[in-house]
């Protein structure tokens, strides 16, 4: 079907779709929804199609509803907040407000690698994923708007992915991930919601107990304040209650336990990697030194190590403990809490393994090189 | 189904779309469609079987309409080139020698990589690739020519991936790509061939203007020739066209103008990297000199760096540049243009800083510990 | 549909399912299905509904004919070994005997590898995927026991993937796997099982002559005893058996002996990576030397290059060549045969090569830093 072709079928449909709708059709400040409509189904009919194939356009929530009047939309370059999701949702709108997601955009702007970049990179990269704090169509994707489309692993794999969060790796490596590829069937293997939004709870924090940004073991509240030991433990029992509808609570108990150890271990590396480059600083052979290089955006002239940790002009020995902490611990206790072999070792264990010889051997090199020098 | 049974059923099909075909039955030197069949729906059944359910089959194009004769296909290893398809599909013949696709045998034929490498390992992997200028089934596979399948995005990603260009990468982890795994409707979001190949034009090189091989600013037409500036923005608008299907003009020109300032921005990083690699071949620093080394198959015993700088036989620090380059660098920009925070940033933008920082630390370890020596 | 109402409608099935699957329904030690059911759709629905769409719970196969009773099921953990399940698929049982999945376990153990780390970081990845000696649900999972998902490459790749076997990435990023992911049809495409599992034998190991543990270039049988030059040519006849489906024996023929060049090539690289590290430590360069770290778990005192060397407590330069051959030489030949030009190039020979630039350079560092101090 042609396109012009395809406009007019929309153009039936939309009238159909519009005479259906029409209680809702006069619209903020008198605006019909024929005035956007008039012009968007020929201007941007990919937008206009998936808009005609959602709940929203079934049940009369046209452009003006979300995005008040033309002029509104186009000063605030169309965007909708969460607030104006709430008023037809308000339940999800509470729960959203429960989880991670809602502080997204705010932990990004005090992080030191946010502060340290030009604008335009961090509009291409750091706000697309972080603005979930701010926009519903982030897993709801405009304008279809869909739920099943947001159950959907793909959904929560557009932001979570990468080499320091590969959630989207580990989860697809993993037999979980592996059968419901296979078979789509959510009863049969849990998909990313099953476990962390648990029958469609928008508090994406469910069932976790998340200790503080960087590496220290304690838990803590989306405030950062560190919680009680009990709310630790509900928190897990929070987790195996899912568990516990395809395995063992033994089993289920058993395997989480293990991945606690996991993360023990992951930790004691990362921390052999540590002693090392400490050791280096007291030799004052590091290069640049602390003192030379441009104070960090948030912890001044120090040293870091973990985070907030930068990647930008640091030493290499430096350089190569943060691969080893932002990269590879993570994959080892992350994926050994969700049973992906591969990325807690392939990619994870055997790599700190090598990110050890690497910087104990950069520490001796160090010695020999520099310490004449700087004498 | 078992095999023998499956072949008896495809004999009756295949005689029956023979009598279909009849018209076109008798083929070059008089050779019966039946010649070829009679052995081959046995001997190569998989081969048979793709060609009885492709629309060749049902309009009478047998093997020897494309393949000439038994002999021929034998000794031209049973190729066929694209001047035979366009006898029956001239006009996206015409198209195809327009794109890009159209010179990637000869275009690799000249490059310093593949001059540098034995041949088998050219067959096993560069030519595999490039051939794509010699044969339409690179992306219409055999014997099943589909036209669905062309369009799908793994027929592009057959190639398109990998360290050194992944747009399949890219694509994959971006919204649009997200978008389009989830509800496989091109309606709600582009493909590949949405943007590159729209309306199935088969020029690939659509709304791009290309730099030159290499990292050079200026825009090139199929020979390298610099292109104007008129033509620059035509092909921009060209690209806006395709986005403003579902995105307002606005929208769409200020995230095409912002990759364009992704792109400036690591081609500086880049050039950091450059300068401190020069700085050391001026201290005669290199180990291995350029003079003391296999000179470069087509720009002799010069300093390459970036395009067509090797990946064999340079000295380490070139060889941190050659990463830098050939896979952080054109993921942070291409990655720009296909709206993947992910591959910008953390495959590319986080990663040329961490290059950053050891090309600069190799720089001075390379002025201690060879200074004294190479006096 | 509710939990509460699913499991209302579970049981009315499951009841159905029982009256039917009548004359099995008494199982070992008296127990009656019923006994199991009682409990376990309520407790663990997920795994209840897997069995119940299964073919298993079709034929009355129920809990206890294959835990035999509630008391083993708990003691065991509930494992199933094959021998089980051989008591009603003897013939499968006999296949996966003569095959490497069937030794799994065994070679696992006495791996460096596998001794050098703790007990739960072997559960949390070698155990995971090694166990498949002793489960056919590693492939079948449970408690759907589908033939259809097993046959699917996705079943395959849950443990073939990753840095040091990257299967799955080789099989996806060649023609075949693009074709297959692209049609889901076995008779357009090879999956894993066509060519290695062909019509069902339970032997993965057809038509592959395998080489020892290690790079060692003659072929062996499962207790690593070499065969015949004779043994290897019928393998290699068993495998273009399976081509000629599609291509013709020439071209499959051909391409099969290429694969044999580039592992050849891949294997010289390799040496030289090996003979550069011998000298260093010829001249005692290596730090730590082999003699002041700890010794190997199964080698000893002894420079260990290639299988079974180890990723812990190496020298960097050792590092670099573990990288070299244990990641990237395998990708270079193992995708040679399964055809991916971006895993044989991209993330293997072209590493490779960037791997000896690093060695090189590494030994030339360690000559001129360490000769002195050691002198």
């Known amino acids: 079907m042609k396109y012009s072709a395809k406009i007019l079928l929309l153009f039936v449909l939309s009238s159909s779709l519009m005479m259906c709708a029409s209680p809702s059709r006069k619209a903020g400040e008198g605006i019909d929804v024929g005035f956007c409509i008039s012009c968007h189904q020929e201007r941007t009919p990919g937008l206009f199609q998936s808009w005609v194939e959602s709940k929203h356009a079934k049940k009369g929530v046209h452009c003006i509803t979300c995005h008040i009047d033309h002029q509104a939309a186009t000063e605030q370059k169309a965007m909708v907040f969460p607030e104006k999701c709430g008023e037809c949702h308000p339940e999800q709108l509470t729960q959203f407000w429960k989880g991670r997601h809602s502080i997204g955009f705010d932990r990004m702007q005090i992080q030191g690698e946010y502060l340290a970049i030009p604008q335009e990179i961090r509009s291409a990269f750091c706000e697309r994923c972080h603005s979930i704090q701010n926009k519903c169509n982030s897993c709801h994707t405009s304008h279809r708007f869909s739920v099943k489309e947001a159950r959907d692993p793909g959904a929560c794999a557009n932001c979570h992915l990468g080499p320091d969060h590969p959630h989207k790796e580990m989860y697809e490596t993993s037999l979980h991930g592996t059968i419901y590829k296979l078979t789509q069937n959510p009863d049969r293997a849990p998909r990313c919601v099953t476990c962390h939004m648990p029958n ?8 976790i107990a998340r200790g503080p940004a960087g590496t220290r073991s304690e838990a803590v509240d989306l405030k ?152």
Chains 1, 2, 3 share one sequence.
């Open 224 to 375: 950062e304040v560190p919680i009680s030991k009990e709310e630790v433990e509900r928190k897990r029992e929070e987790m195996i209650g899912i568990c516990t509808k395809c395995h063992s609570r033994r089993f289920a108990k058993e395997q989480l336990e293990n991945a606690d150890q996991v993360k023990e271990e992951g930790f004691k590396l990362m921390e052999r990697g540590k002693e090392s480059i400490r050791e280096i600083e007291k030799q004052g052979l590091l290069y640049p030194s602390v003192a030379e290089r441009r104070p960090h955006p948030t912890e001044g002239r120090t040293l870091v190590l973990a985070d907030p940790q930068l990647y930008v002009g640091t030493s290499h020995i430096e350089r190569l403990f943060f691969t080893m902490f932002k990269f590879h611990t993570i994959r080892v206790w992350k994926s050994g809490y969700h049973f992906s072999p591969s990325y807690t070792h392939g990619h994870g264990w055997s790599e700190m393994q090598l990110d050890l010889i690497d910087i104990n051997e950069e520490a001796n090199k160090l010695k020999e090189i520099f310490r004449e020098m700087k004498k």
């Open 200 to 207: 469609g709870v928008h508090n994406s924090s469910f069932g």
